[in-house]
């Protein structure tokens, strides 16, 4: 009774040298909108795991889903996964009975005190067996840190896969932007081209002035000159998406024109299901729950560690009467830290700050992805607002370049006058269709801020 006491109080007394748990930092709590700043209250309605198909391309389709089987970053992501389940197995195999077969043997010659050698063979077999009872929770702990790390590493696959969707479909946008940017230079440069064959015949027949003829082929070199960016934009957005795909470098597959690509609707989701959706905002309450657990593991090394232990088996020898003998042991241990120079103490406060980086970074993510929302919501509705505008600007513009055009012809007004004209329907078309990129690449985005469908 009295030595049942005895290590009682000496638990007491260690635990007590742990002192009070330390509590998550409050700074570091997060409180999610009650709504969005410029799209309500939001509704709680699901987005589809397949969102990219919204787009309404099956050329996307098809290039997105050979990114998700394909890619190699999802597959090294994969593999993490891998290697928290090989940790998440060993910390959980630790808390289970140990049992190991031990074997020795040999032959032995020797001299005994009278001068008489002694040659003597002699083998020994063991079963042992041990088992950490983990009264204070230390083992315990440590597999339900590993576990969360686990959780938190299939969360972090899912950010990967997501963004690896994200940037196909980015990719396939822009890419298709730079297309039709291609096509309105080759249709301009056409045109120009017919202009400049008018003119050179106008000038050669004496009806047209050499600065005329000068100015037409300045604008035709002038249009001439952007196609090979545009050209070298093609290229490495090729390239950048054959390495999402985990191919070498080569063409990519086209299908609907970037005009043709539907606007997709998304559903505005609640502040509080985006905290529950997102897979990198999931990774990181992981981590905080994996964080928390090993600072439980590292505030259990104050308390003693107590083990049974069993073993048994037989020795054979030459010297020995009866061959073989049985052997066993039975027993138990018990091992209490008394003064290790501070190291217990500065791993427990190590896990803590590590614990209260955790929810810190939790914090972090939490708040960038809110922003990250309100930013694609904002970016959508502008850049539609924009595509309006321009539309609207080009069909006037149109009608510009054809009046000015119809009237250089019959004489009634300068080249500059059309060049002009031409010059502003060229800007017009350009920027129209980079704000439908934009928009599509703004939808995408919203896609992803939003948790892209995921379902944990």
């Not at 593999?79 to 090989?86: I, Q």
């Not at 050669?204 to 070199?221: F, K, P, R, V």
């Not at 998304?266 to 964080?291: G, H, K, Y």
Request: aromatic share 6%; glycine share 8%; proline share 5%.
């Amino acid at each position: 009774m009295t030595g049942r006491l005895a290590a009682g109080s000496l638990a007491l007394l260690l635990s007590a040298c742990a002192g009070p748990r330390p509590a998550i930092p409050p700074a570091a709590e997060v409180a999610p909108p009650p709504q969005w700043r410029d799209a309500g209250a939001g509704s709680d309605v699901a987005l589809d795991a397949h969102w990219w198909r919204s787009f309404g391309d099956a050329t996307l389709d098809g290039l997105v889903e050979a990114a998700l089987t394909h890619n190699a970053d999802i597959a090294i992501a994969a593999a993490r996964v891998e290697e928290a389940r090989a940790q998440f197995a060993a910390a959980r195999g630790a808390r289970m009975p140990q049992v190991q077969a031990v074997g020795t043997g040999g032959r032995t010659r020797s001299v005994d005190a009278f001068g008489i050698d002694v040659e003597q063979w002699a083998g020994q077999g063991e079963v042992q067996a041990s088992f950490d009872l983990d009264l204070f929770g230390r083992l315990r702990s440590s597999a339900a840190a590993a576990k969360a790390q686990l959780l938190a590493s299939d969360d972090s696959r899912a950010t990967v896969r997501l963004a690896v969707a994200a940037g196909v479909v980015s990719g396939y946008v822009q890419l298709r932007t730079f297309d039709e940017r291609q096509a309105i230079l080759h249709r301009t440069l056409d045109a120009r081209a017919g202009t400049l064959k008018l003119i050179r015949r106008r000038a050669e027949a004496g009806y047209g002035s050499q600065l005329d003829l000068a100015q037409a082929e300045a604008e035709y070199q002038a249009a001439a000159q952007v196609l090979p960016t545009v050209d070298l934009a093609i290229a490495k957005l090729e390239n950048g998406l054959s390495i999402l795909l985990d191919r070498a470098p080569g063409p990519i597959a086209r299908g609907s024109a970037i005009t043709a690509l539907t606007i997709p609707t998304i559903p505005t989701q609640l502040p509080a299901r985006v905290l529950r959706q997102r897979p990198d905002i999931a990774a990181a309450e992981q981590q905080i729950v994996a964080a928390d657990r090993a600072l439980d593991a590292a505030r259990a090394a104050f308390l003693p560690d107590i083990k049974l232990a069993a073993s048994g088996g037989f020795v054979a020898s030459s010297l020995l009467p009866d061959d073989p003998l049985s052997i066993f042991s039975l027993g138990g241990s018990i091992l209490a830290p008394i003064f290790n120079g501070g190291r217990i103490r500065a791993q427990a406060d190590g896990a803590t700050a590590r614990r209260d980086q955790a929810a810190f970074a939790y914090r972090k993510a939490a708040l960038t992805a809110f922003r990250e929302v309100e930013d694609g919501m904002a970016s959508v509705e502008r850049y539609g607002e924009q595509e309006a505008v321009l539309t609207r600007q080009q069909a006037a513009l149109l009608r510009v370049q054809q009046l000015a055009s119809r009237r250089y012809r019959e004489g009634y007004s300068p080249y500059l006058e059309q060049l002009d004209a031409e010059r502003s329907l060229l800007s017009s078309q350009l920027s129209l269709v980079q704000a439908r990129g934009d928009r599509l690449l703004a939808s995408t985005a919203l896609f992803q801020a939003f948790g892209g469908g995921w379902q944990p």
